[in-house]
């Protein structure tokens, strides 16, 4: 039986309006709403989660292209994804420290004149990098479940990889390698090189580039040389450290298949920080839920 979805609305004081959703796994969802100028009633049987992925550039294209992403994920029905491109005053491309900051301003200003976050769960910051609003909206909304693409990417390598393996980052410009180490060790509470982080290779390129700034043929050549960079310290998960780079796993397991083999290209760990937040963040709201007290 297919994805079935019913949709009953009637504008009359006092008559239910009823929604359904089945599923493949038989769950069902039905929630009643009525008039308040009849006699109040509701049923409540499940709650949905609302994931914000938030661009904290002002790069529309940009969204777009993790919005594609996004639609190749297997997700319940029952979760519902919407994204957020900041305003013009933010910069178009995230390519170094300051721009991070004026992202930051300018978002977490847009924020808080407009009230949006209330409608949702959780949110999911999509810039690789140490972005200040992860913990500003922590602080600012701390109903909410929220991490960044950064952090996400992170908690998925360590979690996936054999004790033994090691993983490492592409991405664009010089400015990321030192910030997106030092990121990491952070993270992970150490200040010195954790064994099984094997670095950042850079491609030269910024998170625009990636949508239409440059030949598509340049792109995937830039990307292989770093990639196969990366490869030759011996990691088993590639980590793709730019929201920009949504969409182009394959290009990076080529090099992969190329240089060790069409088995070993295979079972290459190529993790999109915004596919490895979105589950996350299902995880930390299911988890919200149960461990804490609304």
């Not at 029952?78 to 995230?94: F, K, L, Q, V």
């Amino acid at each position: 039986m297919g994805n079935f979805t019913q949709h009953e609305s009637l504008d009359l004081a006092g008559v239910v309006i009823l929604r359904i959703h089945l599923d493949f796994g038989n769950h069902l969802d039905i929630s009643r709403d009525y008039d308040t100028t009849a006699t109040m009633s509701t049923a409540f049987v499940r709650r949905t989660t609302k994931i914000l992925i938030l661009n904290p550039n002002s790069s529309a294209s940009m969204t777009h292209g993790v919005e594609e992403a996004i639609r190749g994920i297997n997700l319940p029905l029952s979760t519902e994804i919407y994204t957020y491109t900041a305003p013009p005053a933010s910069p178009a491309s995230i390519n170094d420290g300051d721009d991070v900051q004026q992202s930051a301003d300018v978002v977490l200003r847009n924020l808080q004149e407009t009230g949006i976050l209330k409608e949702y769960d959780a949110v999911l910051v999509a810039c690789y990098s140490v972005h200040p609003l992860v913990h500003l909206i922590q602080e600012n909304w701390p109903h909410l479940a929220v991490t960044g693409i950064f952090e996400a990417s992170i908690v998925t390598s360590l979690s996936l990889l054999p004790y033994q393996d090691n993983w490492g980052i592409v991405t664009t410009g010089k400015f990321w390698e030192k910030h997106l180490s030092d990121g990491v060790h952070h993270f992970v509470g150490s200040e010195n090189s954790n064994s099984r982080f094997a670095g950042v290779e850079t491609t030269g390129l910024n998170a625009g580039d990636f949508h239409g700034g440059v030949d598509p043929v340049v792109v995937r050549q830039k990307l292989c040389e770093a990639t196969k960079r990366l490869l030759d310290r011996g990691v088993q998960a590639v980590v793709m450290g730019c929201a920009g780079m949504a969409g182009l796993e394959d290009i990076i397991r080529s090099v992969a298949t190329e240089g060790r083999g069409e088995e070993a290209g295979k079972k290459l760990l190529v993790i999109d920080g915004v596919k490895a937040g979105v589950g996350l963040l299902e995880q930390m709201v299911r988890n919200k839920r149960m461990f804490q007290r609304s």
